[in-house]
């Protein structure tokens, strides 16, 4: 019998939008530096939701409301029994000072030109699900020994 559970951490990423304007960070993390929309890690017991606003606050310094969740990113290793989920929200409702932080430099650019940026690993096919209406996850998985991406 296969098992029901497996290793799981929990993240999230906020696209905030103003018009034809989004906030990108310029992320200095090293195992993921480039363009992305700010977002991180869920602590243990916290919503998904509210671990989001959190996170917006901690890396922009703006207080978001009215989040809506549109879409997902998953790694997956049933081999290795481990899942990595992002969950994508996004809204046009902020309010605040925009600032820094040790985790990079959030600014303004239009949305269009956001894919001629150097982005983040993988970032570019997350966009495809943050911009569309239709599809809903970048799923990637071990499939004989390679990995395979799924927007769905």
Known sequence: MAHKTENTVLTNM???????????????????????????HVKPGESITGSCI????????????????????????????????VFFFKTDRYEGELRGSREGRPFWTK???????????????????????YLQEDYF???????IEEIL
């Open 111 to 133: 949305k269009e030109g956001i894919r001629e940026m150097d982005l983040g690993d993988g970032f570019d096919a997350m966009l495809d699900v943050f911009f569309s209406d």
């Open 14 to 40: 906020c696209m905030i939008y103003d018009g034809d304007m989004v906030l990108v960070m310029d992320g200095t993390n090293e195992q993921w530096p480039g363009i992305t929309f700010p977002g991180g």
């Open 54 to 85: 959190r996170e917006v606050y901690e890396e922009t310094g703006l207080k978001v409301s009215g989040l809506k969740l549109c879409g997902l990113k998953q790694w997956t290793d049933a081999g290795k029994n481990y899942r990595y989920i």
């Open 141 to 147: 998985h071990m499939e004989d020994g390679k990995w």
